[in-house]
């Protein structure tokens, strides 16, 4: 299966807000609710942001929120910080008994 | 505490084997699914397998299906990922991740991490 696409970098200068996509296609992002977002900072493991499209794990801020729109997903950070400065990636069920991955989208804070 | 830790990752060749644990603490194993997550330098993730809360149900990327096998030990709180014919783009951090849910949808989300091991294929 093909990777969901997610553009290669985004950026905002502090206080802004961000919206980072990840479009797949009917099959998947399309037909459910089963889409995470992860923030990865370099040289650490993933660390859950978003799952289930809108859900927020425990104790992540409520400034990143999640949201869909037919094959799009998308992920926005606002008040942006400078320790959202990471690489961001989305994750969604394929319907077809596996996971797919986006790409990966860097966030730069100006 | 949850905590994931992997380890046997290193150095093998082209063609080779190895067999990568998972050993896990802080939280009741036998009730979560399990993903297997690589990154190669660089690059970004990959998911390459899902095993059930009792093993029921395996499913396996296509770039691996064949030459990896995936088990676990809920009695030993231990998860296992066996390598074989190993090739040069299984060049990777491999991490093992906890699911969300007990089905492959739900664990599209893995809410606790390990740190990784680095597998290195190359002669």
């Known amino acids: 299966q093909s990777a969901l696409t997610q553009p290669a970098s985004v950026s905002g200068s502090p206080g802004q807000s961000i919206t980072i996509s990840c479009t797949g296609t009917?099959?998947?992002?399309?037909?459910?609710?089963?889409v995470s977002w992860y923030q990865q900072h370099p040289g650490k493991a993933p660390k859950l942001v978003i799952y289930e499209v809108t859900q927020r794990p425990s104790g992540v801020s409520d400034r990143f929120s999640g949201s869909k729109s037919g094959n799009t997903a998308s992920l926005t950070i606002s008040g942006l910080q400078s320790e959202d400065e990471a690489d961001y990636f989305c994750?969604?069920?394929?319907?077809?008994?596996?996971?797919?991955f986006g790409g990966g989208t860097k966030v730069t804070v100006l | 505490e949850v905590q994931l830790v992997e380890s046997g990752g290193g150095l093998v060749q082209p063609g080779g084997s190895l067999r990568l644990s998972c050993a896990v603490s802080?939280?009741?194993?036998?009730?979560?699914?399990i993903n297997w997550v690589r990154q190669a330098p660089g690059r970004g993730l990959e998911w390459i397998s899902y095993?059930?809360?009792?093993?029921?149900?395996?499913y396996y990327a296509d770039s691996v299906e064949g030459r990896f096998t995936v088990s676990r030990d809920n009695a030993k709180n231990s998860l296992y990922l066996h390598m074989d014919s190993l090739r040069h783009e299984d060049t990777a951090v491999y991490y093992c991740?906890?699911?969300?849910?007990?089905?492959?949808?739900?664990?599209?989300?893995?809410?606790?991490w390990g740190q990784g091991t680095l597998v290195t294929v190359s002669s």
């Open positions: 802080g939280f009741t194993f036998d009730m979560y699914s």
């Open positions: 095993i059930s809360s009792r093993s029921h149900t395996i």
């Open positions: 991740a906890r699911g969300y849910r007990d089905y492959i949808g739900g664990a599209a989300a893995n809410d606790f």
């Open positions: 009917s099959a998947d992002v399309g037909s459910y609710k089963f």
């Open positions: 994750c969604a069920y394929s319907g077809r008994s596996s996971l797919l």
